[in-house]
């Protein structure tokens, strides 16, 4: 982020514009997350994607250059995980996705959620809530 304003800026290339927002993407505890982040280029380039801070990351998730998000993640919250796009001729957008990772918890109302980073319990119940 430059000039302290708080908004992600485009590097290299103008062609490429800065997303803020590039997703937001849900599973519960000890489930296999699955998601991509798609982005379009105007150039046609392929888009090589990394995480530009590997601590904001989900224990157990990770993001591959093509932009595939997997992993399973025993902890459950909110985390926003800036991410960089780059074309093989330099030009970069930042942004950020947001990864929610919810209890298993059967049967309960959401205000029993356990605070966000609680580790969930491995019960095996049945129902998934999602905020």
């Known amino acids: 982020m430059a000039g302290g304003s708080g908004r992600p800026v485009a590097k290299g290339s103008s062609s490429l514009s800065a997303h803020p927002l590039l997703g937001h993407f849900g599973v519960a505890v000890n489930r296999p997350l ?71 918890c059967a049967a309960s109302p959401p205000s029993s959620l356990p605070p966000s980073g609680t580790p969930c319990s491995d019960s095996g119940a049945g129902d998934v809530l999602t905020a």
């Open 34 to 104: 699955s998601g991509r982040i798609t982005l379009a280029n105007p150039t046609g380039e392929t888009l090589a994607f990394k995480v530009t801070n590997p601590a904001l990351l989900p224990a157990g998730i990770t993001l591959d250059a093509d932009g595939l998000l997997g992993g399973t993640s025993r902890v459950s919250g909110t985390w926003t995980v800036p991410v960089e796009a780059c074309t093989a001729s330099g030009g970069c957008t930042t942004g950020a996705v947001t990864i929610t990772v919810t209890c298993e």
